[in-house]
């Protein structure tokens, strides 16, 4: 009776505070039979004559097969899911794509003006108008990067249908530790975003004219919005990582990537400003026309309780002055 009670206490407590693996929950049994839960140790000691694996010879497993089955439960969480598999393909789709814009940006428009260099041809490549479109699409995806982030960190919660998990969830998890990233690697940091950017890419390919126009430059855009989509999560990162390769600070350091410095304001108290990742060149602007506020403004007037829970955790007198602003 006694174990039974104090087994359905461990797990009680294992699941109280989201334990995984192994754990030694220590308790103590009362003079009135009853069972104390004094402290759970979510890393115990894991030595062969330590008390969790004595526990684990009491209980049947001896000490080979007790790793054994903490290595078991954690590959198997790590392991092949169908979301890794998902981010896979979508790593491999983009490549690809992008490996197939290049060309056909070749077939139409470079190799003709090269060709055809007996001035019957009035092509000519416009690299400055492509390189123009280009940072203009790092811009967007500057932006998007933040409104995405904004709205992980700040509208609704966890159990919020397909949002909650996939954006409120890692955003909201990454002020806690925001080191995790590192320790991420090029599938999980960039398979969510390449599975965004793919199908755009796709978009481009069907309607990529064959001469410039406004067609034309709207596609260079959004190619490049949608490449800069894919880099951003990497951007971050390496924005997180201790030692970066020397080439990577030279461009955080030349503010042409998202770097430390800039990112740090958006990880200092209270958090509510420089959601831009992608490169940051939009915080200034956003912070400055208090983008967010209005944002957040307009989510509380649709659904007061749309906005984070903790109320200490966001901009809250913000978000109301800007609602008593008339609009
Ligand atoms: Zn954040
Ligand atoms: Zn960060």
Known sequence: MVVEAALGDADVARQALELRDYARIDMRLRPDGRVAVIEANPNPWLASKAEFAMAARKAGRTYPQLIEEIVDLAQARYGVTWSAALQGIGIGVLVSLLFSVVPLLQVRFIRPSLLLRDEKSKRRIDWIGIAVAAVFGYIVSDLLSGIVHWAGDTVGDET?????????????FHHVDPEDITRHDFVET???NCIVAAPVLMLVLFLLPDTTGVLFYT????????????????????????NPALWIRVLQRAGL?????????????????????????MNPVLDKIRFFRFMEAIFTRIDP???????????????????????
């Open 219 to 242: 596609c260079v855009v959004i190619a490049c919005t949608a490449f800069f989509v894919f880099c951003t999560n990497q951007f971050h990162k390496w924005a997180h990582q201790k």
């Open 305 to 327: 309780k749309s906005l984070r829970p903790d109320p200490a955790d966001r901009p809250q007198k913000e978000a109301e002055a800007a609602i008593a602003m008339p609009s």
């Open 257 to 281: 990537i998202l770097s430390p410095e800039h990112h740090v304001v958006h990880h200092t108290a209270p958090r509510d400003k420089y959601y831009c990742i992608t490169v940051g060149w």
């Open 190 to 192: 960039n398979g969510n």
């Open 160 to 172: 919020t249908p397909i949002f909650g998990p996939n954006f409120v969830k890692p955003f909201r």
